[in-house]
């Protein structure tokens, strides 16, 4: 049984190792295939918000909405501002979330986006509610 894990290990291991180099070569052609073609019109537009969200997802930067699972109107308040800006939008709202609760909602971006789910935003950015 012991060299039977042990074996399943070296191929695990030699089967990262081969697929490691691959991947490294694949990425630079990947990204620039995506800004050739994001050169053209409304298309570009979608194509270099897609290989921005890969290029996300790729460098492994976390999705802050995993952690609101367990609640739906958390959940749903993250989404919705992931859909209106992604990962700069939450990070400049932390930032002003920072600031305090009347800076907050009086902030031009949170009018903007977030509307009336405000005050729910901030309590989750700030964990002060």
């Known amino acids: 049984m012991r060299s039977l894990k042990t074996l399943v290990v ?17 990425a630079p052609t990947a990204l620039g295939s995506r800004s050739a073609s994001a050169t053209t019109g409304l298309q570009s537009t979608t194509t270099s918000a897609g290989a921005e ?6 460098q492994g930067k976390p999705n802050p909405c995993k952690r609101f699972k367990s609640s ?6 993250c989404q919705a501002v ?22 907050f909602k009086n902030h031009p ?18 964990l002060k509610c």
């Open 82 to 103: 992931m859909k209106a800006g992604g990962m700069a939008l939450w990070n400049k709202l932390e930032q002003v979330a920072r600031k305090g609760w009347t800076h």
């Open 10 to 26: 070296a191929l695990l291991t030699t089967v990262a190792l081969l697929a490691v180099p691959a991947l490294a070569q694949a």
């Open 53 to 58: 969200a890969s290029a996300t997802l790729s």
């Open 72 to 77: 739906w109107k958390k959940w749903l308040i």
């Open 109 to 126: 971006t949170v009018k903007r986006y977030v509307r009336k789910n405000a005050r729910g935003l901030y309590c989750i950015l700030t």
